[in-house]
């Protein structure tokens, strides 16, 4: 179902240049697979497959357990975090959230390019009166906050710690200088969005073409403008905080779980890792880029390759646990609600 949501885009008007796409798609997965196996390889060389394999006979199921629920939790308040957004033009039910939430992240777990995105946005405008473009626009503020408020975070935590991962820091400056640019970008939006719609309006194109562009427009600066209430960014930045506080928690509890330890300021700088090598073109499941920054990133910290390696495996392993089951639950459930509206 995930697949046939994200073909629906297309034909819906997210997206109508198919060629473009199929040549994008060529591109991405010419970048993804190469970059994917160059890291695996990095990752994986010198291990002593006995020594992960004595690391994962220890790990405590009860504890995994407890790194489940709190992911899931995790889960939840991200779909509330999202709702604050939607809210801005229509009030939805939390679970529609949660269910439309849980199966963007099985399908990006699934689908290349962070397909899920779309997944979830299309879900949702298809269960209220919100279009697509202003659903889209709501899940990128989501993911450009978080990406904002994971830089400045690790470069508050990268200056008081000197066996920082060279890379991780910068690639923590350049995302921050993008986060600069990013909101740049959408002060700029918000504040000449008039001034870019006559622009548009005047452009040499087919009047229906002038039309859809300035509508679009008025759609993205509508969902950047959800944060404009006092109440509403306020409720966001505390569900924020909740969010990663409650993975770097997930973090510690998986790493205690095999029997190793990982310090909160750590797993901030982790997760952080996780999200910007996230960003890079990658096969479904993030293979290689995962193992490379956990490897990385927890060797300065007192793992071992080894150790750093069980680790991610087991927190990956939990991750796909979680998305999987909330996931696959979410499409029966928006389904069958579907199917009983016929």
């Not at 809210?87 to 039910?93: C, N, P, T």
């Not at 399908?107 to 279009?131: D, H, K, Y």
């Not at 991962?165 to 918000?190: D, I, N, Q, Y």
């Not at 087919?206 to 562009?213: D, K, N």
Request: aromatic residues 8%.
């Amino acid at each position: 179902m995930a697949e046939n949501v994200a073909a629906d885009t297309t034909a819906s008007g997210i997206d109508e240049t198919r060629p473009a796409r199929g040549r994008a798609r060529i591109v991405y997965w010419v970048l993804a697979i190469p970059l994917a196996a160059a890291l695996v390889w990095l990752s994986l060389r010198s291990t002593d497959w006995r020594r992960v394999g004595a690391v994962l006979s220890s790990v405590q199921l009860a504890l995994a357990g407890v790194a489940c629920a709190i992911g899931s939790m995790s889960y939840f308040l991200r779909a509330l975090r999202w709702r604050v957004l939607l809210s801005h033009k229509e009030r939805l039910a939390p679970a529609t959230v949660f269910w439309a939430t849980m199966a963007g992240y099985l399908s990006n777990n699934f689908l290349p390019a962070r397909a899920g995105e779309l997944v979830r946005s299309v879900m949702i405008s298809r269960r209220s009166t919100l279009s697509k473009t202003y659903v889209l626009t709501t899940a990128l503020t989501e993911r450009v906050t978080d990406a904002i408020v994971l830089v400045v975070a690790s470069r508050l935590l990268l200056m008081g710690i000197p066996q920082r991962p060279a890379w991780l820091e910068g690639a923590s400056t350049a995302a921050f200088a993008l986060g600069l640019v990013g909101v740049a970008l959408v002060v700029g939006l918000r504040w000449f969005h008039g001034a870019i719609g006559k622009v548009l309006a005047a452009l040499p194109a087919p009047a229906h073409v002038r039309s859809r562009l300035g509508s679009m427009l008025e759609q993205v600066v509508l969902g950047f403008s959800a944060l404009d209430h006092p109440a509403r960014l306020a409720s966001f930045c505390g569900l924020t905080a909740l969010i990663w506080t409650a993975d770097a928690t997930a973090s510690m509890v998986v790493a205690r779980a095999l029997g190793l330890s990982l310090p909160f300021a750590v797993a901030i700088l982790l997760i952080t890792g996780l999200g910007l090598g996230s960003a890079l073109p990658s096969t479904p499941g993030y293979v290689g880029i995962y193992q490379f920054v956990a490897i990385t990133v927890l060797a300065p910290f007192g793992f071992t390759r080894d150790e750093a390696l069980a680790y991610i495996l087991v927190a990956q392993a939990a991750g796909y646990v979680v998305i999987t089951f909330w996931g696959v639950l979410g499409l029966w459930r928006i389904g069958s609600s579907r199917r009983g509206r016929r």
